[in-house]
């Protein structure tokens, strides 16, 4: 392959239509949903991790937690169901990462770069394939609440946190998309975004409360993003002061959008 081919162009994408960067991104997005198809494997994650953390948590730490809150194990399924909503995006927000560098390195995306299309459909299809997987980890883990005792009692509670996880995550898979980019190997992004993910994840209000953390990891917990998000979730599901949180994370969302995102586009047209 030529070099003229690898070399991207800058302008490429001014020159295409909007319906045909439309038209693109179905087709890529098609071609990702087939990909998935091939290999059922690749939905494991969205499948086991949303019902191995529920069982996990709720049956092993449920107890002893609960009673922090006043209640027993029920008690802390109301709590932790929607901070593991919170959770889904961060984790399946991964897998975009991972899956940009499989095809660098598989050499699939010299092929898109030698077709006519925008450089944009190729991330914008593989962040819609990404978000409809976050949604069904989300569903999956919702039947699985409420086989473990959930109680959903405000429909439309539970549909704006979806939806609020659902712009989160998709704010995250800018961050992955640019590791995935940079970094030599997959494994290499799963290392990193487990290095990123960990502390985020057990330094927040996700599992536990807050209260009885020491002093310095509370000031950590009060910036964490994942701490408003599954406080704003579990106010709209449960019941809850919800406004202060909701801008935390709106706000966490844009920034992270407006600060990777030409990132992201940058390192993707630029990589050789």
């Known amino acids: 392959m030529t070099a003229a081919v690898l070399t991207p162009d800058l302008k490429a994408d001014a020159r295409i239509p909007l319906r045909a960067h439309l038209r693109h991104t179905g087709a890529l997005v098609r071609r990702n949903l087939l990909w998935i198809r091939q290999d059922p494997e690749s939905m494991f994650d969205a499948i086991l991790f949303p019902v191995i953390f529920t069982l996990l948590f709720v049956y092993v730490f449920g107890g002893s937690i609960g009673q922090s809150l006043g209640g027993g194990q029920e008690a802390y399924v109301q709590y932790v169901v929607p901070g593991l909503m919170a959770m889904m ?7 975009v990462g991972t899956g940009f560098n499989q095809d660098f390195n598989t050499g699939v995306m010299d092929r898109f770069r030698s077709l006519p299309i925008g450089r944009g459909s190729v991330l914008f299809a593989k962040i819609a394939v990404e978000l409809m997987r976050m949604l069904f980890a989300t569903a999956v883990l919702m039947v ?28 995250l898979m800018w961050v992955f998309i640019t590791l995935g980019v940079v970094m030599k190997s997959a494994q290499s992004v799963q290392a990193m975004g487990f290095l990123v993910l960990m502390p985020l994840q057990f330094g927040s209000s996700i599992f536990a409360p807050t209260q009885s953390m020491p002093g310095w990891l509370q000031n950590f917990t009060d910036y964490n993003p994942l701490s408003a998000l599954a406080d704003t979730a579990r106010g709209l599901m ?14 966490w969302s844009v920034a992270i959008t407006v600060v990777m995102a030409p990132i992201a586009i940058h390192k993707f047209r630029t990589k050789s």
């Open 89 to 95: 995006g961060m984790n399946m927000a991964q897998g």
């Open 144 to 171: 699985v609440g409420v086989l473990v005792g959930f109680d959903i009692t405000n429909w439309p509670g539970l549909l704006a946190a979806v939806a609020l996880s659902t712009v989160f995550g998709s704010a």
């Open 238 to 251: 449960v019941g809850g002061p919800v406004a202060h949180d909701l801008w935390v994370t709106l706000g």
